[in-house]
């Protein structure tokens, strides 16, 4: 049986990491999904004048959407496109793998509850995807895995190892600040607010198990 890992991660470089070390240890990339806020526009355009997207078509415009610091491109071996959405309570988000097919091809607006629906499709408790929804909203990246319960260990253990939050521990941060569930009416965060709320839990990367 076949269960979804998920791993919030405060940084891109983060997710990056432990995304590298997923394919390296064998499991399938196709099954391997990353979400990231792209507030600042560090993964390509968005087409808010018309109210829709730019998708790229193809693992070339891939890379050339993200060709600064690497950031999508250095993704070892995914090299299917990357959707841009405007999500309703997230805004701007950057997606590739599985997850993406809930984005790709939308207009702004036509997302409502895609990362949530996302989740749960994939197997997630609705609770919990509250609260990696609102992760993503303000600034962190999501990586899923789709495992074997055999290796589902393994693939935790690889999230843990590049600092993946706990998120029983950060939903209770949340709700401590009065936080009571992912709106999709919320205010999107903005880049100056995404660096503050980074910087509340940076990290460096180890490459060791971190501590949750």
């Known amino acids: ?20 070390d997923l394919v390296t240890a064998g499991f399938n990339r196709d099954d391997i999904s990353v979400v990231a806020n792209n507030a600042s526009g560090e993964f390509g355009s968005h087409d808010t004048d018309g109210g829709g997207i730019n998708v790229s078509q193809g693992a070339g415009d891939a890379v050339k959407g993200a060709a ?9 071996g995914l090299a299917a496109a ?5 999500v309703p309570g997230i805004g701007p988000i950057a997606a ?4 993406a097919a809930f984005f790709g091809g939308a ?3 036509a997302t409502a509850g895609g990362v949530l629906g996302g989740l749960t499709g994939l197997g997630v408790p609705e609770a919990d995807a509250h609260y990696y929804a609102e992760g993503v909203r303000r600034g962190g990246t999501l990586v899923t895995v789709h495992a074997d319960e055999s290796r589902a260990s393994e693939a935790t253990m690889i999230l843990n190892r590049y600092n993946a939050v706990d998120i029983g521990k950060r939903g209770e941060a949340y709700r401590s600040s009065g936080f009571s569930g992912y709106a999709e009416t919320a205010p999107h965060y903005t880049p100056e607010q995404i660096q503050a709320e980074r910087s509340m839990y940076a990290t460096p990367i180890t490459g060791t198990t971190s501590r949750m």
């Open 68 to 76: 600064k610091g690497g950031l999508f491109g250095g993704l070892t």
């Open 96 to 99: 590739i793998g599985p997850l």
């Open 82 to 86: 990357v959707a841009l959405a405007l």
């Open 107 to 109: 207009t702004l607006g």
């Open 1 to 20: 049986m076949a269960k979804t890992i998920v791993g919030l991660f405060d940084t891109f470089a983060h997710a990056q990491s432990a995304v590298n």
